[in-house]
């Protein structure tokens, strides 16, 4: 039945452009206005502050992924611990992964929600910076939380930061597109200059100021602005 049911609902999928009915007419006729007069993204501030706040927040959140067990191994840390504290890390962003969302998502301007993420994220790495191994466990909570906050409003600007679905499907592939390019080198850099200065002290203090950067980011894109009133078409 399942599969039946399955089939039944994707042979009744049909394009906005060539289904019937008032709501698809509403539909077509969105996308058909809109296409006539499409904004620059790339000449827009604020598309650029989107684009770089989620490629930053990627940036953190890859870095971790890859090398935060070595890290806390490095600090003395066995290696049995350091993976349960990155599956704390991971765990820390279920809750805030949902309730995150949902509060930013009914503000307007998301500033304040913004500045908690990163503020999370900056305390989880300072304490990892200055070797405050006693507390891992509360830098692993506050950096799952603030990575998967920052996570969480990069996606909703998308649609917060648009007046339609074209321009924020084209926003989100702007930003995606850029952010994910940016976001892959992170990983990289960090393990080139471990290697070249056989510690972790350095890649730390990048992560911390490519976190400063996604806060000066984010406070750009959570304006209650739209591109539109950024940019001429």
């Not at 452009?17 to 996308?31: C, E, F, K, N």
């Not at 730390?204 to 000066?216: D, E, K, N, R, T």
């Amino acid at each position: 039945m399942l599969i039946i049911g399955i089939i039944f609902i994707a042979a009744n999928l049909r394009s906005p452009l060539t289904a019937v009915g008032p709501v698809a007419d509403q539909i077509r006729g969105s996308l058909q206005g809109s296409s006539s007069n499409k904004v620059n993204l790339w000449k827009s501030p604020l598309a650029w502050q989107v684009t770089l706040y989620m490629g930053l927040q990627s940036v953190e959140l890859y870095c971790m992924y890859a090398w935060l067990p070595d890290i806390l191994v490095h600090q003395g840390m066995d290696s049995g611990k350091a993976g349960w504290m990155l599956s704390l890390f991971q765990l820390a962003s279920l809750p805030v992964a949902f309730f995150g969302s949902v509060l930013a998502g009914r503000k307007a301007n998301q500033r304040p929600v913004v500045i908690v993420a990163s503020l999370c994220v900056l305390s989880g790495l300072l304490g990892m910076f200055f070797g405050a191994t006693g507390l891992t466990f509360l830098w692993m909570i506050l950096m799952g939380s603030g990575c998967t906050l920052t996570f969480s409003l990069s996606l909703i600007f998308f649609s917060f930061r648009t007046k339609n679905a074209d321009e924020a499907a084209r926003l989100s592939g702007m930003a995606q597109s850029v952010g994910y390019l940016l976001a892959s080198f992170g990983p990289t850099l960090l393990g080139f200059l471990h290697d070249a200065t056989n510690n972790w002290t350095l890649p730390l203090a990048v992560l911390i100021g490519a976190a400063g950067m996604c806060l000066l980011a984010g406070l750009g894109a959570s304006r209650d602005l739209q591109i539109t009133s950024t940019v001429g078409h």
